[in-house]
């Protein structure tokens, strides 16, 4: 149907329609009300809080005594007649300082930004417990993880070139090959398979 409404303030607003063909011997029923959850309902008639008729003559009318910063439901019909969902509009008030905002496009902001911090969240705490979990079980595993060599009994047997029982310094030091060198050159003297 085309309903526009504008010049909305904190208590008023204008509403405009364009003239219908069935109405040309009878009236137009302006309804409206504040609870925008009608929306969801069947949009009868006796759902809306208040109703203006007004004459053919006029495609406009001028809404006063409305609450500040609340969400309208407006429809125009024909001869008091239920109306269907292109013959509404829904619409804000302004606040009583004269500033226009949108209270549910700010709660839907909200919601939003709070529904991605919760996420973001999670998904650091399902990644700092994944470190965590793969630092610990990387350690103290078999074999060590992460580069750890394993010190084999026949390793441990093998006796150096002075003589004297060989103890490895560390069986996890990354980036130092000098101690997996030595391991290996033990394991040739001992006569086993290199590690």
């Known amino acids: 149907m085309g309903v526009a409404v504008y010049n909305i303030s904190a208590s008023s607003a204008r509403v405009s329609w364009p003239p219908l063909a069935s109405c040309l011997d009878t009236f137009y029923s302006v309804m409206y009300s504040p609870n925008w959850n009608s929306l969801l309902m069947a949009f009868k008639r ?19 005594n409305l609450l500040p910063q609340t ?30 905002q949108d209270r549910a496009g700010w709660e839907l902001g909200t919601g939003a930004w709070l529904t991605c911090c919760l996420l973001l969240l999670v998904i650091a705490a399902v990644l700092l417990w ?9 350690r103290g595993g078999v074999g060590g993880g992460r580069g750890c060599s394993v010190v084999t009994d026949a ?20 980036g130092d090959q000098r101690g997996l060198h030595e391991l290996r050159t033990l394991a040739r003297l001992s006569g086993s398979e290199p590690v």
């Open 130 to 138: 994944g470190c965590l979990h793969g630092a610990c079980t990387g």
């Open 46 to 64: 006796k759902s809306f809080m208040h109703e203006e008729r007004i004459p053919v003559s006029q495609t406009a009318t001028h809404l006063a």
């Open 71 to 100: 969400t309208y439901l407006l429809c125009v019909t024909c001869q008091a007649a239920n109306p269907a969902r292109d013959q509404c509009q829904a619409f804000m008030t302004l606040n009583d300082n004269g500033e226009g």
């Open 155 to 174: 390793v441990r047997s093998g006796r150096s070139s002075s003589g004297r029982l060989y103890t490895p310094r560390g069986s996890c030091d990354n």
